[in-house]
């Protein structure tokens, strides 16, 4: 099976702007969930989506936003853009099962200047 | 205060050396402890998982010990390579739920 992907892979933006980064899951998978992650702070859990629902929300400003489609893809928006904002946003599938496990896509890195 | 806590926040060991990394947790109901690999500029990628009931689990080089009592885990990595050079983090997830919780990582390096 294909693994978890992620696009792009890196993004440069500048303050104010917004920007729309995709994923897509493990064929099969139903939850498709975000993490930001900064140097020293570890993996902040963003929000997870199952069957185009959003079914777990981290604690984030309502700047950060997401959806799931009926193929499972899901895209994360950021609006509003903050020198704050730049990290490594992971994406992370799984059959959406308690306790099954995630897999990971290799992230997108975004920089705000 | 974090729920999971790791130590040591970073660790540089010789090429061919053993070292151990440490997670404590506090989360509660427990249902498995995940550890995981993370490469520089790349996604995570499970190394072990353990639930209630196990002690132990090895993948490799790696092994990681469990005790449920104390709430505490090992990740204990046998004669290092250079491409272990990595995050380790630890991941405990809350029973019942797809609730986890993230250590913030142990940085481990490497060198020849």
């Known amino acids: 099976k294909a693994g978890v992907t992620q696009t792009p892979r890196y993004l440069i933006k500048t303050r104010g702007q917004q920007v729309t980064l995709s994923c897509s899951p493990i064929?099969?998978?139903?939850?498709v969930s975000w993490y930001q992650q900064t140097p020293g702070q570890g993996l902040q859990f963003l929000f997870e989506?199952?069957?185009?629902?959003?079914?777990n929300k981290g604690n984030f400003p309502g700047r950060f936003s997401g959806r799931q489609f009926s193929n499972s893809r899901s895209e994360m928006n950021v609006s509003t853009l903050e020198l704050g904002d730049s990290a490594l946003y992971l994406c992370a599938s799984s059959s959406g099962l308690a306790g099954n496990e995630q897999f990971f896509g290799p992230g997108t890195r975004l920089t705000v200047l | 205060k974090n729920q999971v806590e790791q130590s040591p926040q970073s660790l540089i060991i010789l090429e061919g050396k053993n070292c151990t990394l440490q997670c404590n947790y506090t989360v509660s109901p427990f249902s498995n402890l995940r550890w995981y690999k993370q490469d520089t500029g790349r996604g995570p990628v499970s190394l072990t998982i353990?639930?209630?009931?196990?002690n132990t689990k090895s993948n490799g080089r790696y092994t990681a010990t469990l005790d449920a009592d104390t709430k505490q885990s090992s990740l204990h990595i046998t004669a290092s390579q250079l491409s272990d050079s990595a995050s380790y983090i630890c991941v405990v997830t809350v029973y019942n739920n797809n609730d986890m919780r993230f250590g913030a990582g142990t940085r481990l390096t490497v060198k020849p």
């Open positions: 064929s099969g998978h139903r939850s």
């Open positions: 989506y199952f069957s185009e629902t959003q079914r």
């Open positions: 353990m639930t209630f009931s196990e």
